[in-house]
């Protein structure tokens, strides 16, 4: 068990620009969450998966945010045109569905947007 | 799933006692209540969660009240290690749903 991997763990890039992300979850984990964290603020929820099926997204991942988890093994968050205020540390949890839904969280990539 | 409210910051002594209060008034009946922990620049961290009965682990124990309307996490012995901020959570285990974790408390533990 190697834990929940982000990668990269820093990214800065200029206003307009595309990122991507990606999250390799704990092996055999069946269920990946995407959260945001702003400064002084606790992480907020963008998107859940279960398997390769996307199940919930909330209304803060607006139209140029897109995430995928195409064989229900790792998960990319693409952001794109981005702007300042996407500037944020993104977070990756995985969780067994079977045993209490523990959320377990990778250490985040931290996005500045210049 | 049902709010909680948490004071923003505690200060505690390294090797005493730290407890940190949680009120969940709207708590409903197949709820839990969820703690983590997020060290600065950490992704957050899976302390202990309980549904009515108290819980323990090896980090830390979980007092629920009788009323499920508030709780209480206990760190027995706190190291300079524990300073971070610790979220209160509650939401329903198996619905793989968000979880919602507001500003929680700052915990400053001092030499």
């Known amino acids: 068990d190697t834990g929940v991997s982000q990668n990269p763990r820093h990214k800065i890039t200029k206003r307009g620009q595309n990122v991507t992300f990606r999250c390799d979850p704990i092996s055999e984990h069946n269920r990946l969450y995407w959260y945001r964290q702003t400064l002084g603020q606790g992480p907020e929820f963008l998107t859940y998966?279960?398997?390769?099926?996307?199940?919930?997204k909330s209304r803060l991942l607006s139209d140029r945010f897109s995430a995928e988890r195409p064989k229900g093994s790792f998960s990319t968050l693409e952001i794109q045109r981005t702007e300042q205020g996407d500037s944020a540390m993104y977070l990756c949890?995985?969780?067994?569905?079977?045993?209490?839904?523990?959320?377990?969280f990778g250490a985040g990539t931290r996005l500045s947007v210049l | 799933d049902a709010k909680t409210t948490q004071p923003p910051s505690m200060d505690c002594a390294e090797g005493r006692a730290a407890n940190l209060p949680c009120n969940h008034s709207t708590i409903s009946g197949n709820e839990y209540v969820y703690w983590y922990r997020q060290i600065h620049s950490q992704g957050p961290q899976y302390i202990i969660h309980?549904?009515?009965n108290n819980e323990t682990n090896e980090m830390a124990s979980l007092i629920i009240t009788e009323d499920r309307k508030s709780s209480t996490l206990i760190l027995p012995h706190a190291t300079l290690r524990d300073t971070a901020v610790y979220y209160c959570?509650?939401?329903?285990?198996?619905?793989?749903?968000?979880?919602?974790f507001g500003k929680g408390t700052s915990l400053l533990v001092t030499p």
């Open positions: 959570i509650v939401r329903n285990s198996n619905s793989g749903y968000a979880l919602n």
């Open positions: 998966f279960q398997n390769e099926a996307q199940l919930e």
């Open positions: 949890a995985s969780s067994l569905s079977a045993t209490g839904d523990i959320q377990y």
């Open positions: 309980g549904l009515k």
